[in-house]
C-alpha cells in the first residue's frame, strides 16, 4: 500500500471488474477489493470516490449476512467520512462497526480478531471526537483502544493509541502529559 497508489488504484479496479464479471457478489475477494479500492481513493484524498466504494462493500455485506464484513465497512466509512469534515456521519458508522465487533466472534481466533477490531473502532470514534474539538471524548476513547491494544498484544497499533493519546493532550496543553504519551 505504500506505492504507487494510482497503479494500486488501476490493479484494484481491474479485479472489481472482474469479480463483478463473474458475478459472485458474496466472495470475500471481491468485497475486499472494493474495500482495497476505497482505502486508495481515501489515500489519494478522493473522499467522496472513497464513499462510494465503501458503501457498495457495506451493501453486499449487509445483503449477504457478513456480520465481519459489515464492520469493516463501517469502519472505513466512518474513516472516509472524517475526511471531508463530516465528522458526525463518521462517529455514526464508528459507533456501528464497534457495535458489531462486540455482537460477533465466538470462537477464542475469532474473539481475538474481534477485539483487535473493536480497539480499531474506539481508535477511529476518538480520531472523529478529536477532530470535532471534544478532546475529553477522544482521550476516553483512545484509552479504551489503548487497553484493548495491550491486552490482545498490538504493538503497532498500542503505538498508534499512544500518539493520538499525547497529540491530544498536546491539544489541551497538556505539554507533560503529551510527552509521556509520546
Not at 121 to 150: K, P, V, W
Request: aromatic share 12%.
Amino acid at each position: 500500500m505504500r506505492g504507487d497508489y494510482t497503479v494500486l488504484v488501476e490493479l484494484y479496479r481491474q479485479l472489481v471488474s472482474k469479480w463483478k464479471e463473474i458475478g459472485n457478489r458474496e466472495n470475500w475477494n471481491y468485497r475486499a477489493s472494493l474495500s482495497s479500492l476505497g482505502n486508495l481513493y481515501a489515500s489519494l484524498g478522493q473522499y467522496q470516490r472513497a464513499i462510494e466504494f465503501h458503501q457498495q462493500c457495506l451493501e453486499i455485506s449487509r445483503e449477504i449476512g457478513a456480520r465481519n464484513g459489515e464492520g469493516i465497512c463501517s469502519n472505513n466509512l466512518g474513516s472516509a467520512y472524517n475526511h471531508p469534515e463530516q465528522y458526525q456521519r463518521a462517529i455514526e458508522f464508528h459507533q456501528k462497526s464497534l457495535e458489531i465487533y462486540k455482537d460477533i466472534g465466538d470462537s477464542p481466533e475469532e474473539r481475538l480478531h474481534q477485539r483487535k477490531s473493536e480497539g480499531y473502532s474506539l481508535n477511529n470514534l476518538g480520531t472523529a471526537y478529536n477532530s470535532l474539538g471534544e478532546y475529553q471524548r477522544a482521550l476516553e476513547f483512545y484509552q479504551q483502544s489503548l487497553a484493548i491494544f495491550r491486552e490482545t498484544g498490538d504493538r503497532n497499533a498500542e503505538g498508534n493509541s499512544l500518539n493520538n493519546l499525547g497529540t491530544t493532550y498536546a491539544s489541551l496543553g497538556e505539554y507533560q502529559r503529551a510527552i509521556e504519551f509520546h
